[in-house]
């Protein structure tokens, strides 16, 4: 229901756009996040953009270099990323709820649905 894309190799302080692909049955006024998940690492909340306030949200680490933004007439969701470091180097999964609230936005366990994750690569 969702397909995530535009992940690829870059060297640091280079940028990258994912593109999340949401499918008609997952439309609607839904919360879009990203989350990562790098090597050894447990996966962690990177940016959301809600369904019904369209407000954004960051993790801190990645706090004024991503920028995360949704066309609901193309039901696609962006991540766009500036100054990449290698620490920002992860699997890169899309995900989506309709009833996720505003202190659960960075949990994990609070979407339903996922993409298959697309592989950012950061060389220093």
């Known amino acids: 229901q969702l397909q995530a894309s535009g992940g690829g190799l870059v060297q640091a302080g280079g940028s990258l756009r994912l593109s999340c692909a949401v499918s008609e049955r997952t439309g609607g006024r839904y919360t879009m996040a990203w989350f990562r998940q790098g090597p050894g690492k447990v996966r962690e909340f990177v940016a959301a953009?809600?369904?019904?306030?369209?407000?954004?949200h960051f993790a801190d680490s990645v706090k004024d270099r991503f920028t995360i933004s949704r066309d609901n007439a193309q039901s696609t969701a962006y991540l766009q990323m500036n100054m990449l470091k290698p620490e920002d180097t992860a699997v890169y999964y899309c995900?989506?709820?309709?009833?996720?609230?505003?202190?659960?936005?960075?949990?994990?366990?609070?979407?339903?649905?996922w993409g298959q994750g697309t592989l950012v690569t950061v060389s220093s």
């Open positions: 995900a989506a709820s309709r009833t996720v609230i505003l202190s659960n936005l960075r949990n994990v366990a609070a979407y339903a649905v």
């Open positions: 953009v809600r369904g019904s306030s369209a407000t954004t």
